[in-house]
């Protein structure tokens, strides 16, 4: 839950008293264009930021004075993955799983599984260094999900992916919303927003300016494409990254 969070870098106001609350069983989705904020907001969310105001919360614990046990019930893959380059795919996630003290036999299992799913095999075994960016999102994404997070947070995760991939994400963010778990994703791909959220969010210059499911959006506006809704509700601007 953000709860009137809000960011300054310097001059800009990045985002403005944002209050937010993600449900479990649930994709949301946060749309907005290049500098709304999205960017910002996910890293407040998962603790790689500091709000200048308000709490984030994950799960009942308050980022800022539980930071711990808060980022153990979540994962974040960002836009540009990072991976350590003398480490092979495989190493990278059973860094990860070390890290969130996964039982090494349920850790084989989830590998297995993450593994078939994602085609993986080809460049498991593989230095990292080596790897295109699909390959690398493909790792990062398989080493976020194989502690089974609460909360899965993820910044443009179908950039650099092949369509049959992109199918399998989405299928797998499906999964996770069914099985109890939240996906938190920003995307500029509005039909991937479109055919797998349960609610959006879109985002402007630092405020929250609609939010509902697809449904609730198409109420309020005479479009019926969220594309259309997307461009009604935003306008150019001075915005930068966000």
């Known amino acids: 839950m953000l709860d009137h969070v809000s960011k300054r870098f310097g001059p800009k106001q990045a985002v403005h008293d944002l209050s937010l609350t993600l449900r479990r069983h649930e994709v949301f989705a946060f749309l907005g264009p290049n500098g709304a904020g999205k960017t910002t907001t996910l890293k407040m969310t998962t603790g790689?930021?500091?709000?200048?105001?308000?709490?984030?919360?994950?799960?009942?614990?308050?980022?800022?004075r539980q930071p711990q046990q808060a980022k153990q019930r979540i994962a974040f893959v960002p836009d540009q993955p990072f991976l350590y380059d003398k480490l092979t795919g495989r190493e990278f996630i059973a860094f990860a799983c070390d890290m969130y003290?996964?039982?090494?036999?349920?850790a084989?299992?989830?590998?297995?599984?993450?593994?078939?799913?994602?085609?993986?095999?080809?460049?498991?075994?593989?230095?990292?260094?080596?790897?295109?960016?699909?390959?690398?999102?493909?790792v990062a994404l398989a080493a976020a999900m194989i502690h089974a997070p609460d909360l899965l947070v993820v910044d443009e995760p179908i950039v650099g992916l092949d369509p049959r991939t992109i199918r399998v994400i989405k299928d797998t963010f499906r999964e996770i919303a069914d099985n109890g778990g939240t996906v938190f994703m920003s995307t500029h791909t509005l039909d991937v927003a479109e055919s797998v959220a349960d609610r959006i969010g879109i985002l402007h210059q630092g405020r929250l300016v609609a939010l509902g499911t697809l449904d609730e959006l198409r109420s309020g506006e005479d479009a019926a494409r969220l594309e259309d809704i997307f461009l009604s509700l935003t306008t150019s601007g001075d915005e930068a990254d966000g």
Request: overall charge negative; glycine content about 8%; proline content about 4%.
């Open 48 to 64: 790689l930021l500091r709000s200048d105001t308000g709490h984030v919360t994950i799960c009942g614990h308050d980022m800022q």
């Open 101 to 106: 003290r996964v039982p090494e036999q349920l």
């Open 108 to 138: 084989a299992e989830r590998m297995e599984v993450l593994d078939e799913r994602l085609e993986m095999g080809p460049f498991l075994d593989q230095l990292t260094e080596s790897y295109s960016h699909g390959m690398k999102q493909k």
